[in-house]
């Protein structure tokens, strides 16, 4: 054994040095390099004990076994010197995508002439993109996406012309897209987002070939949208944002009849939407704001009936809303805000049966509120804000029973706030009425309005006390009652207290905390009577209250001086130097949410326990989680930010808000933080900790012990819990950015609990505080679409949902060798039939085999789970339908 293993690193010294001796040649077979590759790389499973080198991990092999076809190490966290790869001749197929390898891309894998798939996105590779690469004429896919690559796309890939898919994105690429990628015939992918292309956009692109993706975003690119990108009518997604581009929309686009997506905001676009438009049936997203694009609305768009989401804000549109629009039974969301849109309130649209969000902010409508403005049974976001909108706010306001959000601020609304608003007990975000002319009490009603976060009623004429019954919002967190006629006393509630003194100012009549000064002689004593044992009674307070913090500083100082002693003397004894135990890290900002809690967490121990990686337990997307225990014997779960999530430390306050109000999300599915701590430039949350681990460890670790004991009834039960969880994120709009078996927590009696929610508030693109690319999720997980919309959304966690749930029926991870080439688990599982395979093959036979009842429910479960993993985002269900679904299996 040993000889062999000499032999296998003179093999690798020999090899590695042939790329630097000119004329030297050796040949080996491809066994002895791939058991060079294995031990420079460090292959997990791959091992010289058998010869049947071709049943390795990740390798398949020509029908006589004897040459490597395919090599896909992708995910194995790798990282060493790739450059014997290229001594594999016969290699078609090689992906290294998501490991740490670094360095320049090998100049010799321009030698792998009969390679047709090469994939190195999601590493660290360096440099300029070597031009060698051109000589890969078979070449169909390339994707060196998520890199560290510099300089200019080299020229000599112009003689890729079979190359099909082409992704370059999220490097440091520069230069101008290259003129001959326009002449590539065969290319139907060009994803180069995320670079500082400059320059045109080639005006040949999509003339020669079947193009049907370009995404192109948060480039620097200038110019016009070609007309040419649509000469084939096959593209499907287009994404352009973040640009530069200026010109017109081309009426062309209406050829594209298979687009699905259009996102062109973020640029210089002028003139109006072309009515051509309306020929795009299969049209789903439309995004085109941030521009200078003006005229009217076109009536054209309600043509597309697929359409859900329409987003226009931030231009110079004007005229009304079409009430053609009201045809749109598909749209979720019109987005029309910071436009010069009057008339109205289009009361067309609010017959749309899906209808989510209503977004008309900072516009010149001048109408009054309609009294059905909840027809809509779905409406959650009714933003009205800024306008000139007149009359009363009507008492059927009440029946928005779903909104989250209500935007009314700035406007002309006169009258009292109706009682009515305070049925909508699902407002959450922000209720804005501020900046109008509403008279009369604040509605002892609002204080039912128990999840609200932020009330702002400022400048209005609104009288009287500021109602105790608000000490029912438990939830809130700010409040703004300025410049109003309010009198009395503030009443005593924590978040009044908290909140600046500018938040009630302007109330001549109001007193107390946090204004300055008390509320005074409410109670009309008379001080002449009274006046000298009130003296007294304080003076002798005073004398009292000093002594007893006299001797109570004294006693705490003498502990100390003994604790003190007892530390230095075990740490002689232990052999340890007074300075390394005294020194401590500087914690920056922290805090407990549970007032309970406080005593028992210690800071110190907290950033001590991260520091050591003895008590790491797992490793997400996002964070690093540790084991803390604290000196009170609690143990705690702190999640560590990895370093591209900090830039949300330089916005504290906003921070601390959000997890302020997670903290006080409650549901019996949802891990929530109670509390966090800053040092140095790390951000910690605070979790409790569960000791029975991930779904992913249950799943995957646990199921392979020797006593295994079949349980569909807690898997079940935990599917269950998971999708209760998300359908209340999404109830209160979240989104989560990363659903995973891994961030699924178990308790101690295997309740789930979906955790990293906080991840998806810190870490928003909208909001600056993470970059597009850094919200994509956990490998095998991703929905499909998300690649050519670079959003995050409700149906996209729909879908991660249903690979978890595949998880939970299969026992098989989301992502493993055995389904084959190109194949996750949600391919494997709707490829089944194709394939000929019972659902026995599918589901863990463990389970499924173990009665009819469990087998029933099991395969009604699959059926769930192929809903909410279908490729078209809008044929997925809700997560609520998802939970019915769950329960139905139950009950039956």
């Not at 029973?401 to 406007?411: A, D, F, P, Y």
Request: net charge negative; proline share 4%.
């Amino acid at each position: 054994m040993a000889i062999l293993s000499l032999l296998t690193t003179v093999f690798v010294v020999l090899l590695l040095s042939r790329f630097q001796l000119g004329n030297f040649q050796l040949v080996f077979n491809d066994q002895n390099v791939v058991e060079a590759i294995g031990k420079e790389l460090l292959i997990p499973g791959w091992s010289v004990n058998t010869t049947d080198f071709c049943s390795w991990a990740g390798i398949s092999c020509s029908s006589n076994n004897s040459m490597v076809e395919r090599l896909d190490l992708s995910g194995f966290r790798l990282q060493g010197n790739v450059t014997l790869i290229s001594e594999l001749k016969e290699l078609k197929w090689l992906d290294l995508s998501h490991n740490n390898f670094q360095g320049s891309i090998p100049l010799s894998f321009g030698n792998l002439s009969m390679l047709q798939y090469l994939d190195l996105s999601f590493n660290k590779f360096g440099n300029s993109i070597p031009s060698e690469l051109g000589k890969l004429k078979n070449l169909k896919a390339l994707n060196l996406s998520n890199n560290w690559l510099t300089g200019v796309v080299p020229i000599e890939l112009k003689g890729l012309e079979n190359l099909q898919d082409f992704q370059i994105s999220t490097n440091n690429l520069n230069g101008s897209i290259p003129f001959w990628v326009g002449n590539l015939t065969n290319l139907k992918v060009l994803a180069a987002y995320e670079n500082e292309f400059s320059g045109d956009i080639p005006f040949n692109l999509g003339l020669n070939s079947e193009l049907s993706l370009l995404n192109l975003h948060s480039n620097q690119l200038q110019g016009t949208i070609p007309e040419s990108i649509c000469a084939k009518g096959n593209l499907e997604f287009l994404v352009l944002t973040q640009n530069k581009l200026n010109g017109t929309i081309p009426d062309s686009i209406g050829n594209c009849k298979s687009l699905s997506s259009i996102r062109i905001g973020n640029n210089k676009l002028i003139g109006g939407i072309p009515k051509s438009i309306g020929n795009i049936s299969s049209l789903t997203y439309f995004e085109a704001d941030s521009n200078s694009l003006s005229g009217e609305i076109v009536a054209e768009f309600a043509k597309c009936s697929n359409l859900t989401l329409l987003n226009l804000a931030s231009n110079e549109f004007y005229g009304t809303i079409p009430p053609e629009f009201g045809e749109l039974n598909n749209l979720q969301e019109l987005i029309v805000s910071g436009n010069n849109l009057y008339g109205e309130i289009p009361t067309s649209v609010l017959k749309c049966k899906n209808l989510n969000k209503l977004d008309l902010s900072n516009n010149k409508f001048n109408g009054t509120v309609p009294e059905d403005i909840c027809n809509t049974s779905r409406l959650q976001y009714l933003l009205l804000g800024e306008n000139s909108i007149r009359g009363e706010i009507p008492h059927e306001i009440g029946n928005c029973v779903k909104l989250l959000e209500l935007q009314m601020g700035s406007n002309e609304l006169i009258g009292s706030i109706p009682s009515e608003i305070g049925h909508m007990k699902n407002l959450q975000i922000s209720l804005n009425l501020s900046h109008n002319h509403l008279r009369g009490q604040l509605p002892q009603d609002l204080g039912k309005l128990d999840k609200l976060v932020s009330l702002d009623v400022s400048d209005n004429q609104l009288s009287g006390n500021i109602p105790s019954a608000l000490k029912g919002m438990q939830s809130l967190i700010e409040v703004n009652f300025s410049s109003n006629r309010f009198t009395g006393p503030i009443p005593t509630f924590a978040p009044f207290q908290k909140s600046p003194n500018s938040s009630f100012l302007g109330n001549k009549g109001l007193c107390g905390d946090p204004l300055s000064g008390g509320c005074g002689d409410l109670n009309g004593y008379n001080h002449s009577i009274y006046g000298h044992k009130v003296s007294y009674r304080i003076v002798l307070a005073v004398i009292g209250s000093g002594l007893a913090v006299f001797v109570s500083v004294t006693v705490v100082v003498l502990l100390f001086m003994m604790r003190e002693n007892q530390e230095k003397a075990a740490a002689k004894e232990a052999g340890i130097t007074i300075e390394e135990t005294s020194s401590k890290p500087v914690i920056l900002a922290g805090n407990v949410f549970v007032d309970n809690l406080k005593q028992a967490i210690d800071f110190d121990a907290v950033v001590k326990a991260v520091m050591k990686d003895s008590n790491k337990i797992s490793v997400g997307t996002f964070s690093t989680i540790y084991r803390a225990d604290m000196p009170s014997g609690m143990i705690l779960s702190v999640k560590k930010l990895k370093s591209m999530d900090r830039t949300i430390i330089h916005h504290q306050s906003k921070m601390i808000r959000e997890l302020e109000k997670l903290s006080k999300l409650v549901h019996d599915n949802l891990a929530r933080p109670i509390g966090f701590g800053i040092y140095e430039d790390a951000v910690l949350l605070l979790h409790q900790y569960y000791a029975n681990g991930t779904l992913a460890q249950y799943l995957h670790y646990s199921g392979q012990e020797t006593e295994y004991k079949p349980d569909w009834p807690t898997r079940l039960a935990i599917a269950v819990g998971v999708a209760e969880g998300l359908a209340f994120l999404h109830h209160v709009a979240i989104i989560h950015l990363d659903i995973s078996s891994g961030n699924v927590l178990l308790d101690s009696n295997f309740r789930p609990l979906v955790s990293e929610v906080e991840i998806s508030r810190l870490l928003d693109p909208s909001r600056g505080t993470a970059s597009i690319s850094a919200v994509a999720g956990s490998f095998g997980y991703i929905p499909p679409e998300y690649a050519y919309t670079m959003q995050v959304t409700a149906t996209g966690n729909v879908y991660s949902y249903g690979v978890v749930l595949l998880e939970i029926l299969t026992t098989r991870l989301p992502v493993d060798e055995d389904f084959g080439e190109g194949i996750d688990l949600v391919k494997w599982v709707h490829g089944a039939p194709a394939r000929g395979e019972t659902p026995e093959q599918i589901l863990d036979a463990r389970l499924s085999t173990i009665s009819f009842s469990w087998r029933k429910e099991m395969l009604a479960a699959l059926k769930v789970a192929l809903l909410c993993t279908d490729v078209t985002p809008a044929k997925r269900p809700k997560m609520k339908k998802v939970v019915e679904m769950l329960q139905e299996i139950i009950e039956s």
